[in-house]
C-alpha cells in the first residue's frame, strides 16, 4: 500500500511508520512539527519508501498519485500539549479531520482516526467498553483535547454513512516506549526522568487513580490489525493490566535503581480516576491483545532516556 501518516514525527507516528514500512509499504509522512520532531524520523532518511512533507493538516492536504490508506494521527496528545496548544489542537480535530477525511474520499482509501481513551472523560464505567459514551466536561480545561477527538470520530462517521469512506477509529489508552518527550507532561517520562536525575517523582493526589500501560510495539501492530481489517465500529487498544499511579512509581523507582522520594500534589481539573480498556472487541474481532510485559517495555523505556 501507499499510506500516508499524519503526526508522523510524533512517538507514535514515527513508530507506526516504522511498522508500515517493516510490512512492506509505501509512507508518505505529514506533520507542522508543533509537538513532533524530526529526529524520531532521522533513520529513514534516504530511504525511497518513505517522504516527509513539512505541513499543518488544518490546511489543504494535497497528496498525487495512488493513495491507500490515510491514517490520521496528528494532534498534541499529553495534557502539557493540548493546554498550552488548546485551539491548535480543536483544530486539528475538527479541520485537521475533515481535511485528510476529504483526501480519503477522494483516494477512495480507507482511513484510520487514532482516537483516544480521553473520549470516555472521567468514566462512571469500569472498565470501559466501546459502548459507553462517556462522561466528559466540555468547557474543562482537558475538554479541548476530549471533544477535538469526540468530534473526529462523529465526522469519521459520517464520512463512512454519506460517503461510503471506509473508516476505521482505534480508541487508544495510556501507551509508552522510546520517543516519548521527556517534558511532555505524561506520566512514563515525568517518573522515569525524575528517578533518573535524582528528583522527587510527583504524584498528583493520594495515588490510587489508575493507569494502565500498553508497549508502543504492540499498540502499532494493533493500529495495523484495525487497518486491514473490515471493522468500522470503534475498537479499544491497550493494556488491561491496571494499576494505581502510586504503585507505578514505586514500579519506575525499583527499575531505575534510584533513591528518589515520591511526592503528592493537587490532582488536576477532571483528570480520571480510573483507566482500564476493555479490549474484548479487540480480541475477538481483531484477534490482537498485547503480549510485552510491562517490566520489559519498562526496561527499553529507561534505557532509552538514559
Not at 242 to 250: G, P, Q, Y
Amino acid at each position: 500500500m501507499r499510506v500516508v501518516v499524519t503526526g508522523a514525527a510524533g512517538f507514535l507516528g514515527s513508530h507506526l511508520c516504522d511498522h508500515l514500512l517493516a510490512k512492506g509499504h509505501t509512507v508518505i509522512g505529514l506533520d507542522n512539527l508543533i509537538t513532533g520532531s524530526t529526529k524520531n524520523l532521522e533513520h529513514l532518511a534516504g530511504r525511497d519508501d518513505f517522504k516527509f512533507i513539512l505541513h499543518d493538516v488544518t490546511e489543504y492536504v494535497y497528496i498525487g498519485g495512488l493513495v491507500d490508506a490515510v491514517l490520521h494521527f496528528a494532534s498534541p496528545a499529553s495534557p502539557v500539549d493540548y493546554l498550552e496548544y488548546p485551539i491548535q489542537t480543536l483544530k486539528v480535530g475538527a479541520l485537521g479531520t475533515h481535511k485528510v477525511l476529504g483526501l480519503a474520499k477522494d483516494k477512495k482509501a480507507r482511513f484510520l482516526l487514532a482516537s483516544t481513551s480521553e473520549v470516555y472523560g472521567d468514566p462512571l464505567v469500569h472498565p470501559q467498553r466501546e459502548e459507553y459514551w462517556g462522561n466528559v466536561n466540555p468547557v474543562g480545561p482537558r475538554g479541548v483535547y476530549d471533544e477535538a477527538k469526540r468530534f473526529a470520530e462523529a465526522l469519521s462517521f459520517a464520512y463512512h454513512r454519506t460517503h461510503g469512506v471506509d473508516t476505521k477509529i482505534a480508541r487508544i489508552f495510556n501507551t509508552y516506549g522510546p520517543r516519548m518527550r521527556s517534558g511532555d507532561g505524561r506520566v512514563v517520562p515525568n517518573f522515569i526522568t525524575q528517578a533518573l536525575t535524582g528528583k522527587p517523582l510527583t504524584v498528583y493526589g493520594d495515588g490510587s487513580q489508575t493507569r494502565s500501560f500498553c508497549y508502543v510495539s504492540d499498540l502499532v501492530e494493533g493500529i495495523y490489525k484495525l487497518l486491514v481489517s473490515d471493522i468500522n465500529e470503534p475498537v479499544n487498544l491497550g493494556n488491561p493490566n491496571e494499576m494505581t499511579i502510586a504503585d507505578f512509581a514505586r514500579k519506575i523507582i525499583e527499575l531505575t535503581g534510584s533513591r528518589s522520594d515520591v511526592v503528592f500534589e493537587r490532582l488536576p481539573v477532571d483528570d480520571p480516576k480510573v483507566r482500564q480498556p476493555d479490549i474484548t472487541r479487540a480480541r475477538e474481532l481483531l484477534r490482537w491483545e498485547p503480549r510485552v510485559p510491562l517490566e520489559e517495555g519498562l526496561g527499553r523505556t529507561i534505557d532509552y532516556f538514559k
